[in-house]
């Protein structure tokens, strides 16, 4: 992260500020909810693919840095949401959103960073890049609804599993990528390439995180570990684990994931199979898979410090389990 930062860390600044204009509202809890969760410590991971992709593809206008704050403002809008249907307390290790000011004001303010995303895209004025992240839009909420169908489900397959990554989590990344190539008016190529690279450091990111849903604390994660788990959600250190476990051990997860509360013992259970069974380290092994993809993608551009931002990024990603 410290190489990508380095490269572009005063249009990041900029994007911050960008955040706070279009934020603009005469609804003074729009602006509250929008900079609490805006400012609650995200590593700004999309916006930095656009800004590093653009770079990398030779742009040097100033439309970089307002389309970087819509992908933030895409993916706020998500969060909001998520925290509502998954009932989460935390977000980033601070109280979430709906938890101070409840699941009707996160919705709408949501709703709002949503519908604001399409008037700065529309403003921005590029067809190409409009096209992009509106259907990144939309394929984000099939996802979403994808993960809902999916709740509890121990037949989930790996292969399933990853199709509602791609489109929940990787599809933004993905889109931030190929925004920045747009840009910079790279060859359908070297667009193409970009636009997979993202896919899969999406799809790692995410993996990580599963894993980091039974390995962290609180405090390194910035979510209450076992959430996932008390939701129902197969993630793939588990679906990995059901694959190896004894026929005893299967129904046991299956009467834990159908409670509608889980005590201490339900989670020690189930993460001791996890780690018994190397559900963890598959995962991990997986996520590493996608990143040495994601990395060969770049091989369609030279050298240069965005290329080398780009990697470093990369490596970033399967470094968060300690």
Request: hydrophobic residues 45%.
């Amino acid at each position: 992260m410290e190489a990508a930062l380095a490269l572009i860390g005063n249009d990041l600044k900029n994007v911050e500020l960008q955040f706070k204009k279009d934020l603009q509202s005469d609804v003074p809890l729009i602006r509250k909810v929008g900079e609490y969760v805006l400012s609650s410590g995200g590593k700004r991971i999309r916006p930095a693919l656009l800004l590093l992709a653009a770079k990398l593809c030779g742009y040097t206008g100033d439309r970089h840095v307002p389309l970087a704050s819509v992908i933030e403002f895409i993916h706020t809008a998500t969060l909001l949401h998520d925290d509502v249907v998954d009932s989460a307390n935390l977000r980033r290790g601070i109280a979430s959103a709906n938890t101070l000011w409840g699941n009707e004001a996160s919705v709408l303010v949501g709703d709002f960073l949503f519908s604001k995303s399409f008037s700065l895209m529309v403003a921005d004025g590029d067809l190409a890049v409009l096209k992009v992240l509106s259907a990144a839009t939309t394929i984000i909420a099939e996802g979403e609804v994808l993960q809902l169908v999916s709740t509890s489900d121990m037949e989930l397959t790996e292969e399933r599993y990853i199709e509602v990554v791609k489109c929940k989590t990787a599809i933004l990344l993905s889109a931030a990528c190929q925004a920045g190539a747009i840009l910079g008016k790279a060859s359908p190529e070297q667009e193409d390439a970009l636009r997979e690279f993202g896919l899969r450091l999406g799809i790692a990111f995410q993996l990580m995180d599963d894993t980091l849903d039974y390995v962290a604390s609180e405090e390194e994660f910035g979510k209450c570990i076992g959430h996932d788990l008390e939701e129902g959600k197969i993630t793939l250190p588990l679906i990995h684990t059901l694959k190896r476990c004894a026929p005893v051990e299967r129904e046991r997860v299956g009467e834990i994931i159908d409670k509608e509360l889980l005590d201490k013992d339900d989670f020690h259970s189930v993460f001791e199979l996890v780690h018994r069974h190397g559900g963890i380290d598959y995962a991990v092994g997986r996520a590493r898979d996608y990143i040495a993809e994601a990395k060969a993608l770049l091989d369609a551009f030279p050298l240069s410090p965005a290329k080398d931002a780009l990697l470093s990024l990369s490596d970033y990603v399967v470094t968060r389990v300690k």
